[in-house]
């Protein structure tokens, strides 16, 4: 590997690996201030307003969490490879409201991996993120597949 | 938003555009998807998208946006009219999300969202589940987005 090169590339991720990022607090402040640009339901808004709603109480916009998880991904390993983006996300499951104070961590699957057949110099990595709670609860899980450029085009794997 | 009784498959919303500005694709960049290709002109421009293009998920929350101010203006509407309004969401989650080309500067996307299914809850016998399907098409009429949204919505019922 020589300089400028990223650290990580598509031969790096092995099926299986786990790991995990964070912790990282969310703060009212900031679930609001989400809210108030891209999601402004009252949920996301407002203690009183949410507190009729099903979520129970203020709690962060999905799209929040998909966000938040993609700066921790980003910071956590995305930032270090030769990512060439993500074609799309096959699912996420919002499963519990994420409140203001909490202390979130992303816990990272890489559940396969193949090469791509259209572009030599690159692969494609199928991850699961699951947002977890300081009690270990599972708030959301994002299913998706990354590309990721290849340390060695039509090399071996 | 109606209830859930009034919401039938084929009902489509016009949800309105969105430009993508070189500043906005920048500022959400650094606060969510720090990629070069998303914050750096000239890092984009080596990059294989070629120029500096919005994050994906920039793209898909001003499709959220659109669809929370096209709400309350329908809202607004029925309230008006003596009608009463159903609780719509929280969502339970999306799948099939595509981003099938970048959103580049000054690109233009039009936004929409269509009812493909309605089904009644198992959990929640006050709600029904409605899924949307949203959609993005650029000034050029090329499908940038598209995603599968299932969101509960209040049953009239509910409220009898």
Known sequence: ?????????????K???VTEYGPRRVTREEIVAFAAEFDPQPMHLDEIAASTTLLGGLGASGWHMCCLLMRMISDGYLLDTSSMGAPGVEEVRWLAPLRPGEEIRIRTTVMETRASKSRPGMGLTKFLFEMLDSAGTSLMTMTT?????????EGPR | MKYFEDIQVGDKYALGRHTFTAVDIKTFARRFDPQPFHMDDDAAARSHFGALCASGWHTAVTWMRLMVDYRRRMDEVALAQGE?????GPAVGFRNLRWFKPVYVDDTVDYTAEVVETRPSGSRTDRGLVMVRGDGINQKGEPVLTFLSTAFVERRTSKA
């Open chain 1, 1 to 13: 590997m020589f300089a400028g090169m990223p650290k990580l590339c598509w031969e790096d991720f």
């Open chain 1, 15 to 17: 099926p299986g690996a």
């Open chain 1, 145 to 153: 597949t990354q590309m990721l450029g290849r340390r060695y085009p």
């Open chain 2, 84 to 88: 009463s309004i159903g609780e719509m």
